[in-house]
């Protein structure tokens, strides 16, 4: 009976991907499925309410196309206080503009989402590239979609054309057009990391920040 009812909930996998985008989302390409899982007296804590494998999936809201989920596999938690997906082997997600144009790509060793809170934690080598081609690294990362927020308070660098960031603490609108760093600890030339670069001498924090008054990025320096 419990197999029965576990196999009949992985079956429907596809369709809970939705809650962790809006509630009018739709998957239009599905997951794989995987194995169920058997529901015996087991710890639901540490015991998965089912999982799936290879998961490559088309996730869209209003009938717009919005993200593509692609981890080799999903843990769900159900039978907890606190609801939550996992991602441990890695996960790679895209999202999209109206007009299907990949707005940004973010890739991480693992992750977990909590489904009541809205909230990602991505963890590991976290690597975000936004529309304009900026590249943003840290070890740990959150993202609150119902605060429509990204933030660490991990060391992060970031990768712009005309230069490169690193820091301590960081905040973000979700699209990352908009974006604070905390504590400066550095601000490079564009090609101070490529291979052969050396380091130029870092400008001063605050006058970096003067001369791009109308640039979208704010560098608070609370040091």
Same mark, same amino acid.
């Given at each position: 009976?419990?197999?029965?009812?576990?196999?009949?909930?992985?079956?429907?996998?596809?369709?809970?991907?939705?809650?962790?985008?809006?509630?009018?989302?739709?998957?239009?390409?599905?997951?794989?499925?995987?194995?169920?899982?058997?529901?015996?007296?087991?710890?639901?804590?540490?015991?998965?309410?089912?999982?799936?494998?290879?998961?490559?999936?088309?996730?869209?809201?209003?009938?717009?196309?919005?993200?593509?989920?692609?981890?080799?596999?999903?843990?769900?938690? &159900?039978?907890?206080?606190?609801?939550?997906?996992?991602?441990?082997?890695?996960?790679?997600?895209?999202?999209?503009?109206?007009?299907?144009?990949?707005?940004?790509?973010?890739?991480?060793?693992?992750?977990?989402?909590?489904k009541n809170k809205q909230l990602w934690r991505l963890d590991g080598n976290v690597s975000i590239t936004?529309?304009?081609?900026?590249?943003?690294?840290?070890?740990?990362?959150?993202? &609150?979609?119902?605060?429509?927020?990204?933030?660490?308070?991990?060391?992060?660098?970031?990768?712009?054309?005309?230069?490169?960031?690193?820091?301590?603490?960081?905040?973000?609108?979700?699209?990352?057009?908009?974006?604070?760093?905390?504590?400066?600890?550095?601000?490079?030339?564009?090609?101070?990391?490529?291979?052969?670069?050396?380091?130029?001498?870092?400008?001063?924090?605050?006058?970096?920040?003067?001369?791009?008054?109308?640039?979208?990025?704010?560098?608070?320096?609370?040091?």
């Amino acid at each position: 009976m419990h197999s029965s009812s576990a196999t009949s909930r992985l079956r429907l996998l596809p369709l809970l991907c939705l809650a962790a985008f809006a509630g009018t989302a739709t998957v239009v390409t599905g997951c794989k499925e995987g194995d169920p899982v058997g529901m015996g007296d087991v710890d639901a804590a540490h015991t998965p309410t089912m999982l799936t494998r290879d998961v490559e999936t088309l996730i869209s809201d209003s009938g717009i196309m919005r993200y593509r989920i692609v981890t080799p596999i999903w843990y769900v938690y &159900d039978e907890v206080d606190e609801p939550y997906w996992r991602f441990p082997e890695g996960l790679d997600l895209d999202r999209y503009d109206n007009f299907f144009r990949r707005e940004a790509s973010v890739r991480a060793d693992s992750a977990l989402y909590l489904k009541n809170k809205q909230l990602w934690r991505l963890d590991g080598n976290v690597s975000i590239t936004n529309v304009m081609g900026e590249k943003f690294l840290t070890n740990q990362l959150f993202w &609150d979609q119902r605060m429509k927020k990204i933030y660490s308070d991990s060391f992060i660098h970031i990768e712009r054309p005309d230069k490169v960031l690193e820091g301590y603490g960081f905040d973000s609108n979700e699209q990352l057009t908009r974006y604070t760093v905390r504590n400066v600890s550095g601000i490079f030339p564009a090609g101070a990391f490529r291979p052969g670069a050396k380091k130029a001498d870092a400008p001063s924090p605050a006058s970096d920040a003067e001369q791009n008054d109308n640039d979208s990025t704010k560098i608070a320096d609370t040091k």
